[in-house]
């Protein structure tokens, strides 16, 4: 057992509070597409060889650990905030809400939260932890959910865009995004007050 990556859990499971959710999100930088967040309740003590943050895997590492979560987990939960209400709200409270559905869509209700870097608007005791996705397995686990729930959607709207080249750049603001976006303009699917900061980027 990595100790380190247990030592938050630890701290609610010597309560008794076996129900600890670790919640993390996908998306917060992209210029198009849903914010998506996970929650994620690890039985007590169990470790999954690999689990770390997402980023660091490749993507055929993520998808087996992906397959592998949710075959142990006492419950997974998914939350999502298209572009539109990401515009309404600004991205932080997109953010937000989305962790917040997420554990709102658990099939079992958590004793606490740890989440990576933020607080929801939920009453239940819960974490802010800084590179969470680092220190806490149940928050690697999330991010893992997060990350490879988010770009089978990417697949999905390449499909429904394909001009954007979506699937490749995952809707981040990259050099070959730039450059379709220039030559096509925005999708549907396209948040357009981080379009505007953009467009001034490349203006100045």
Request: glycine share 8%; net charge neutral; charged share 25%.
């Amino acid at each position: 057992m990595r100790d380190e990556m247990v030592q938050f859990e630890r701290i609610y499971w010597g309560k008794g509070m076996n129900y600890i959710a670790g919640i993390d999100e996908v998306g917060r930088g992209c210029l198009c597409g849903d914010v998506v967040a996970a929650a994620v309740i690890l039985p007590v003590e169990i470790d999954i060889l690999g689990v770390q943050d997402s980023k660091k895997l490749s993507e055929n590492k993520r998808s087996d650990l992906y397959d592998r979560i949710m075959e142990v987990a006492i419950a997974v939960g998914v939350g999502r905030v298209d572009a539109q209400m990401i515009d309404q709200i600004n991205i932080k409270q997109a953010t937000r809400l989305a962790m917040r559905m997420a554990v709102e869509s658990l099939q079992v209700q958590p004793n606490g939260l740890l989440i990576d870097a933020e607080k929801i608007d939920l009453a239940l005791p819960q974490e802010a932890i800084i590179k969470g996705d680092q220190r806490s397995l149940s928050i690697a686990a999330a991010s893992i959910i997060a990350k490879v729930t988010r770009d089978r959607l990417c697949i999905e709207w390449d499909s429904l865009y394909p001009q954007y080249g979506i699937a490749i750049h995952k809707g981040y603001g990259t050099a070959m995004h730039r450059a379709k976006f220039d030559e096509y303009g925005a999708s549907p699917i396209h948040r357009m007050t981080f379009l505007k900061k953009w467009q001034k980027e490349g203006d100045g």
